[in-house]
């Protein structure tokens, strides 16, 4: 065979291979995206008409300076409602739309840990871009509730009054609720430092941004950030940026948990999270039903938190504290109200007792752990039963005490409230810089108790 023979098969081959390739792509429909166009701006919310798009999907708008990234919140007849996840300025009347084909996603890796970022997933700490090594949806999918396994294990969170009075579960989910200012930050600091977990995922959801640094810097640490992930949506940011931040920390959350590992997740705040969700509700014409609240809000707030807690496939769990503010100090707003019915448990923080130099000011009285009696044995409960009812009885008598009201003698069961009193306060404080292990607080605890018999109360 001649040379010239061997390079016209060669180019014959290489014509059939380009044929088959462009016949291939032919047979594959290339979607047609039809621009829209932006008639309407009201405050946050675009409206936009001439597309289509699923609601959850992100849409480009052009601006003077190039565009901006939209999501698509709602819809009207032809009218889409979107809310853009970024600065709004430059945006020009009938300025094009173009739908996007996708929903948000999280793009994921085990290189996040140690890292900082925002609720888009991009690095705030200056360290580099992080590689993507498997992407999952950012609303995360509805789990089998038969999947998750039962809590029978305690977790240790180094605060002595939680481990002893209100005992953690591994894959619990507990309410942190306080009004401003009554320690509800430097508590969730103690739980970072002290708890023992693989993985920690912090979602810092609508705070001041000053306190990203902080938190960063002076509660996690050099060693406790290499084995953390940090999500940051400051108060600046859009209220959909807010709502992405809290669910991308728990896509992370579930990330690690499906690797098998315990993984600490921390927020804060839910109630920030429940406020960007009534912006966009309210934007979109969304009547108001509690105070202000539209009803997606009460929606919204279980979708979140459900995806915390057991895997019973991986084995990983995933053990969660959401910081709740009291707005006004008031326990049933709306927000507080809906969060306790949705939590494992709450910690009520009071700033009565935060007044009186009293730290942490854990109100005991108010607070519950739903899951104490699966994971504490019989003595440490019956403990626990007694020290509450000696703290009680004496907080409704205290009045009486202070004024020099009560006498001696009168209530065998006052008196010896008075005696314990002393013992169950001093018990109850710790400082911020000293952890109490798990098994320290229940010695402690029965101790104090031991001159008197301990016997299950009803």
């Given at each position: 065979?001649?040379?010239?023979?061997?390079?016209?098969?060669?180019?014959?081959?290489?014509w059939?291979?380009?044929?088959?390739?462009?016949?291939?792509?032919?047979?594959?429909?290339v979607?047609?995206?039809?621009?829209?166009?932006?008639?309407?701006?009201?405050?946050?919310?675009?409206?936009?008409?001439g597309?289509?798009?699923?609601?959850?999907?992100?849409?480009?708008?052009?601006?003077?300076?190039?565009?901006?990234?939209?999501?698509?919140?709602?819809?009207?007849?032809?009218?889409?409602?979107?809310?853009?996840?970024?600065?709004i300025?430059?945006?020009?009347?009938?300025?094009?739309?173009?739908?996007?084909q996708?929903?948000?996603?999280?793009?994921?890796?085990?290189?996040?840990?140690?890292?900082?970022?925002?609720?888009?997933?991009?690095?705030?700490?200056g360290k580099?871009?992080?590689?993507?090594?498997?992407?999952?949806?950012?609303?995360?999918?509805?789990?089998?509730?038969?999947?998750?396994?039962?809590?029978?294990?305690?977790?240790?969170?180094?605060?002595?009054?939680i481990?002893?009075?209100?005992?953690?579960?591994r894959?619990?989910?507990?309410?942190?609720?306080?009004?401003?200012?009554?320690?509800?930050?430097?508590?969730?600091?103690?739980?970072?430092?002290?708890?023992?977990?693989?993985?920690?995922?912090?979602?810092?959801?609508?705070?001041?941004?000053?306190?990203?640094?902080?938190?960063?810097?002076?509660?996690?640490?050099?060693?406790?950030l290499?084995?953390?992930?940090?999500?940051?949506?400051?108060?600046?940011?859009?209220?959909?940026?807010?709502?992405?931040?809290?669910?991308?920390?728990?896509?992370?959350?579930?990330?690690?948990?499906?690797?098998?590992?315990?993984?600490?997740?921390?927020?804060?705040?839910?109630?920030?999270?429940?406020?960007?969700?009534?912006?966009?509700?309210?934007?979109?014409?969304?009547?108001?039903?509690?105070?202000?609240?539209?009803?997606?809000?009460?929606?919204?707030?279980?979708?979140?938190?459900?995806?915390?807690?057991?895997?019973?496939?991986?084995?990983?769990?995933?053990?969660?504290?959401?910081?709740?503010?009291?707005?006004?100090?008031?326990?049933?707003?709306?927000?507080?109200?809906?969060?306790?019915?949705?939590?494992?448990?709450?910690?009520?923080?009071?700033?009565?007792?935060?007044?009186?130099?009293?730290?942490p000011?854990?109100?005991?009285?108010?607070?519950v752990?739903?899951?104490?009696?699966?994971?504490a044995?019989?003595?440490?409960?019956?403990?626990?039963?007694?020290?509450?009812?000696?703290?009680?009885?004496?907080?409704q008598?205290?009045?009486?005490?202070?004024?020099?009201?009560?006498?001696?003698?009168?209530?065998?069961?006052?008196?010896?409230?008075?005696e314990?009193h002393?013992?169950?306060?001093?018990?109850?404080?710790?400082n911020?810089?000293?952890?109490?292990?798990?098994?320290?607080?229940?010695?402690?605890?029965?101790?104090?108790?031991?001159?008197?018999?301990?016997?299950?109360?009803?």
């Amino acid at each position: 065979m001649s040379v010239a023979t061997d390079m016209r098969q060669q180019q014959s081959l290489r014509w059939v291979h380009r044929l088959q390739t462009l016949t291939a792509s032919a047979e594959t429909p290339v979607p047609l995206v039809v621009e829209g166009k932006l008639t309407r701006m009201v405050g946050l919310t675009l409206e936009a008409v001439g597309c289509q798009a699923a609601v959850g999907s992100r849409c480009r708008v052009a601006t003077m300076e190039g565009g901006l990234e939209a999501e698509v919140v709602g819809f009207s007849g032809e009218r889409l409602y979107l809310m853009p996840t970024s600065d709004i300025r430059g945006l020009v009347p009938n300025a094009s739309v173009i739908p996007g084909q996708k929903l948000y996603e999280a793009s994921l890796s085990n290189a996040l840990l140690g890292r900082v970022i925002d609720a888009a997933g991009q690095p705030l700490d200056g360290k580099g871009p992080i590689r993507r090594e498997k992407s999952m949806p950012l609303a995360g999918r509805p789990g089998n509730p038969l999947d998750r396994r039962s809590i029978t294990e305690p977790l240790d969170v180094g605060v002595v009054a939680i481990n002893s009075l209100l005992t953690v579960g591994r894959g619990q989910r507990l309410g942190l609720f306080a009004g401003s200012g009554v320690g509800k930050s430097v508590l969730l600091g103690m739980m970072t430092r002290y708890t023992d977990a693989d993985v920690i995922v912090v979602g810092l959801i609508g705070e001041r941004g000053r306190e990203v640094k902080d938190f960063v810097d002076n509660i996690l640490g050099e060693q406790g950030l290499s084995r953390a992930v940090v999500v940051a949506s400051p108060a600046d940011n859009s209220p959909l940026m807010r709502m992405h931040g809290a669910w991308l920390a728990t896509t992370v959350a579930e990330f690690f948990r499906d690797q098998g590992l315990n993984v600490l997740l921390l927020m804060d705040s839910l109630t920030r999270f429940s406020q960007a969700q009534r912006e966009i509700a309210l934007a979109i014409g969304e009547p108001p039903a509690t105070k202000g609240y539209p009803p997606s809000v009460f929606a919204k707030l279980p979708q979140l938190v459900e995806r915390a807690g057991n895997n019973g496939i991986s084995g990983g769990s995933i053990t969660a504290f959401y910081t709740v503010l009291a707005e006004g100090d008031d326990q049933n707003d709306p927000v507080v109200d809906a969060a306790r019915a949705v939590l494992d448990g709450h910690i009520v923080l009071s700033r009565k007792i935060a007044e009186s130099g009293h730290y942490p000011a854990i109100d005991v009285e108010a607070s519950v752990s739903r899951v104490m009696n699966d994971v504490a044995s019989p003595d440490h409960q019956a403990a626990a039963r007694r020290f509450r009812r000696l703290y009680s009885v004496y907080q409704q008598n205290q009045d009486l005490i202070s004024v020099g009201a009560y006498q001696r003698g009168s209530d065998p069961e006052v008196d010896e409230a008075i005696e314990y009193h002393p013992l169950l306060q001093q018990f109850l404080q710790q400082n911020s810089e000293d952890a109490v292990s798990f098994d320290t607080s229940l010695q402690t605890l029965l101790q104090i108790l031991g001159e008197v018999p301990i016997e299950t109360m009803g």
